[in-house]
């Protein structure tokens, strides 16, 4: 099968087991269960899930006893969403397309729908009784850190903290992303390594993190661009939200041209880690240029 076919394996598989092992009936509230499937099941590119597929087939040539854990991040990563769309956030009414969860459930439970797939992600990863348990303790540790106040949260509450249009250089915004966005993309980087290697390789570790580092920096230099240069319709959220909120972004700081030419070039470096590694000619190479290559 060639690379770009795997890649599309990668996402239907995603899919289907997310869509198989997100709860469908509630005794306490069926609104809270719907709402999980609506957050999780609404579209989006499995970009992260796919990240921890093609890490895990590149060390191992199979990627099934992965799937779980790739869907756990996905879990995790539509909570932040749904967090970061409600009004006391970006305030977004729209995501993937779609309403976004609070327009749909109401801000308060669209809040307890968030909350409730944070626990969902760590029981899906520790069930996962394919892998060894020591493995599963690292993997839930990783999630935990990239999810926490070092992480994604961490990263937002900079965000939030910024009063509109405060001034941001370059290496702060760089820092805010990292947290914000970036440690997703080196979590699903590890804990694809974690699953797929046989012995521990310190020098594999490195490379993998900061190969993730990269990408994930790129892919939000990415987002940045299609946010102030594509319909509504292409992003999926409402079309400028970014200079609606006066945020500091990629473009604004660097320029459109310059921005892309960034993401290019964080693509490139990304790619030499890989190389570095051995593994130039690998799907995780291909995630990688799918990420970025959304902009020419």
């Given at each position: 099968?060639?690379?770009?076919?795997?890649?599309?394996?990668?996402?239907?598989a995603i899919e289907s087991r997310?869509?198989?092992?997100?709860?469908?009936?509630?005794?306490?509230?069926?609104?809270?269960?719907?709402?999980?499937?609506?957050?999780?099941?609404?579209?989006?590119?499995?970009?992260?899930?796919?990240?921890?597929?093609?890490?895990?087939?590149?060390?191992?040539?199979?990627?099934?006893?992965?799937?779980?854990?790739?869907?756990?991040?996905?879990?995790?990563?539509?909570?932040?969403?749904?967090?970061?769309?409600?009004?006391?956030?970006?305030?977004?009414?729209?995501?993937?397309?779609?309403?976004?969860?609070?327009?749909?459930?109401?801000?308060?439970?669209?809040?307890?729908?968030?909350?409730?797939?944070?626990?969902?992600?760590?029981?899906?990863?520790?069930?996962?009784?394919d892998i060894p348990r020591e493995?599963?303790?690292?993997?839930?540790?990783?999630?935990?850190?990239?999810?926490?106040?070092?992480?994604?949260?961490?990263?937002?509450?900079?965000?939030?903290?910024?009063?509109?249009?405060?001034?941001?250089?370059?290496?702060?915004?760089?820092?805010?992303?990292?947290?914000?966005?970036?440690?997703?993309?080196?979590?699903?980087?590890?804990?694809?390594?974690?699953?797929?290697?046989?012995?521990?390789?310190?020098?594999?570790?490195?490379?993998?993190?900061?190969?993730?580092?990269?990408?994930?920096?790129?892919?939000?230099?990415?987002?940045?661009?299609?946010?102030?240069?594509?319909?509504?319709?292409?992003?999926?959220?409402?079309?400028?939200?970014?200079?609606?909120?006066?945020?500091?972004?990629?473009?604004?700081?660097?320029?459109?041209?310059?921005?892309?030419?960034?993401?290019?070039?964080?693509?490139?470096?990304?790619?030499?880690?890989?190389?570095?590694?051995?593994?130039?000619?690998?799907?995780?190479?291909?995630?990688?240029?799918?990420?970025?290559?959304?902009?020419?």
């Amino acid at each position: 099968m060639s690379t770009e076919g795997l890649l599309d394996e990668f996402v239907t598989a995603i899919e289907s087991r997310l869509d198989a092992i997100l709860p469908t009936e509630s005794g306490h509230s069926q609104a809270l269960v719907d709402g999980m499937r609506y957050a999780v099941l609404n579209g989006g590119k499995r970009l992260r899930g796919s990240l921890v597929c093609a890490a895990t087939h590149t060390l191992s040539d199979s990627y099934e006893n992965a799937l779980d854990c790739a869907c756990a991040l996905e879990c995790m990563h539509a909570y932040s969403l749904v967090h970061d769309d409600l009004p006391v956030m970006d305030d977004a009414d729209t995501r993937r397309g779609q309403p976004s969860c609070h327009r749909v459930f109401g801000p308060a439970m669209a809040t307890l729908i968030g909350d409730a797939l944070q626990p969902f992600s760590f029981n899906v990863i520790l069930d996962c009784e394919d892998i060894p348990r020591e493995k599963r303790l690292e993997i839930a540790k990783v999630v935990s850190r990239a999810a926490g106040w070092h992480g994604m949260v961490g990263g937002q509450a900079w965000d939030i903290r910024l009063t509109k249009y405060s001034e941001l250089r370059l290496e702060e915004l760089r820092r805010l992303h990292a947290a914000k966005t970036g440690e997703f993309f080196v979590a699903a980087v590890d804990i694809g390594r974690i699953i797929g290697e046989e012995n521990q390789d310190d020098q594999l570790a490195v490379g993998m993190r900061r190969f993730g580092t990269y990408l994930g920096e790129a892919f939000q230099v990415v987002d940045d661009v299609i946010d102030c240069s594509q319909p509504s319709d292409v992003t999926g959220k409402p079309i400028g939200q970014d200079e609606r909120l006066g945020k500091q972004t990629f473009p604004v700081l660097l320029g459109i041209d310059q921005a892309t030419a960034y993401a290019h070039e964080l693509l490139g470096k990304a790619l030499d880690e890989l190389k570095q590694l051995g593994l130039t000619d690998s799907v995780l190479a291909d995630v990688a240029k799918r990420c970025v290559e959304r902009i020419n």
